[in-house]
Nanobody, 124 residues
Framework: QVQLVESGGGLVQAGGSLRLSCAAS????????MGWFRQAPGKEREFVAA????????YYADSVKGRFTISRDNAKNTVYLQMNSLKPEDTAVYYC?????????????????WGQGTQVTVSS
């Protein structure tokens, strides 16, 4: 029923920027929060950022705070991740996720719906 479609990944040099987008579709559904996670080769998936749908409060992993910005377009059920000052260690597959109920939006298990992932590669 619900699907998340991600876009915006690609190759970028260190210090560059990318903006990821993720649109939720498949019928109307409530959104408590949407988030971004990433998984590097050989590593487990980790939390990157999340945004509460009501009010738009944002939350970031320490590793990206000050460089990444999560935002939303409520009318389009779309979440964005603006990534600036990218580092090689940001290289990963990035996944968006939707949490229809809360409250565990800072944890992977709190999300019911996931996108397919989009590759971000940062080179020097």
């Amino acid at each position: 029923q619900v699907q998340l479609v991600e876009s915006g990944g690609g190759l970028v040099q260190a210090g560059g920027s990318l903006r990821l987008s993720c649109a939720a579709s498949g019928g109307t559904f409530n959104i408590y929060a949407m988030g971004w996670f990433r998984q590097a080769p050989g590593k487990e998936r980790e939390f990157v950022a999340a945004i509460r749908w009501s009010g738009g409060s944002t939350y970031y992993a320490d590793s990206v705070k000050g460089r990444f910005t999560i935002s939303r377009d409520n009318a389009k059920n779309t979440v964005y991740l603006q990534m600036n000052s990218l580092k090689p260690e940001d290289t990963a597959v990035y996944y968006c996720a939707a949490d229809p109920r809360g409250p565990y939006f800072l944890r992977e298990f709190g999300y019911d719906y996931w996108g397919q992932g989009t590759q971000v590669t940062v080179s020097s």
